[in-house]
């Protein structure tokens, strides 16, 4: 079965500019797969940050964007702020119906 | 504004089979081109796509999981639901319904803790 591989933790220094990736096991992500990306604080739902590889979603700060680098998709964050100090998860659409989620990022602004 | 809440037992014993349902408001179930779909996340772990239902009543299930789950539709009631089958301790997580397709990402219920124990 297909794995979407991301990396286990990530530190940032307040103001600084991370970026986080979503890959493939096997193969390249491309726009095709939708990529969409997800922060989480302990105790809380998921809440949407991107969708279909660079959209904004609705409320969520410029400082968040998408895109794909190289044969990965890719979400960075610039100017990390101490409140960005979440999980972030991102998922593919594999096609036929089926999505599979990245085991997510511990980000850690310090 | 598009709302989802899941609902159901908070405690199953192993061997037994979890159903929980997700009440929409705020939009149709019957909207269609999105999947309706289950999430979950065990204590401390990443989040597990468990499978969805679309508009037109097709389902789709993660592989893994296949052999044990059902989810259904009634649109008279706005709702969806999941059944997982002979649950283990293995299957205690927070289960998430959410509204989701590939262009537009996903929309999540709030989510609802589910303990499998005798």
């Known amino acids: 079965q297909t794995v979407v591989t991301q990396e286990p933790s990530f530190s940032v220094s307040p103001g600084g500019t991370v970026t986080l990736t979503c890959g493939l096991s096997?193969?390249?992500?491309?726009?095709?797969?939708?990529p969409s990306w997800y922060q989480q604080t302990p105790g809380q739902a998921p809440r949407t940050l991107i969708y279909?590889?660079?959209t904004r979603s609705s409320g969520v700060p410029d400082r968040f964007s998408g895109s794909i680098l190289g044969n990965k998709a890719a979400l960075t964050i610039t100017g990390a702020q101490a409140d960005d100090e979440s999980d972030y998860y991102c998922?593919?659409?594999?096609?036929?119906?089926?999505?599979?989620f990245g085991g997510g990022t511990k980000l850690t602004v310090l | 504004q598009l709302q989802l809440q899941e609902s159901g037992p908070g405690l199953v014993k192993p061997s037994e089979t979890l159903s929980l349902t997700c009440t929409v408001s705020?939009?149709?179930?019957?909207?269609?081109?999105?999947?309706w779909g289950w999430i979950r996340q065990p204590p401390g772990k990443g989040l597990e796509w468990i499978g969805s239902?679309?508009?037109?009543?097709?389902?789709y299930y993660n592989p893994s999981l296949k052999s044990r789950v059902t989810i259904s539709v009634d649109t008279s009631k706005n709702q969806f639901s999941l059944k997982l089958s002979s649950v283990t301790a293995a299957d205690t997580a927070v289960y998430y319904c959410?509204?989701?397709?590939?262009?537009?990402?996903?929309?999540w219920g709030q989510g609802t803790l589910v303990t499998v124990s005798s």
């Open positions: 959410a509204r989701h397709k590939a262009a537009k990402g996903f929309c």
């Open positions: 705020g939009g149709s179930i019957s909207s269609s081109s999105y999947y």
């Open positions: 239902i679309y508009y037109s009543g097709s389902t």
């Open positions: 096997s193969g390249s992500v491309s726009t095709s797969y939708y």
């Open positions: 279909s590889t660079n």
């Open positions: 998922v593919l659409y594999m096609g036929s119906g089926s999505w599979v």
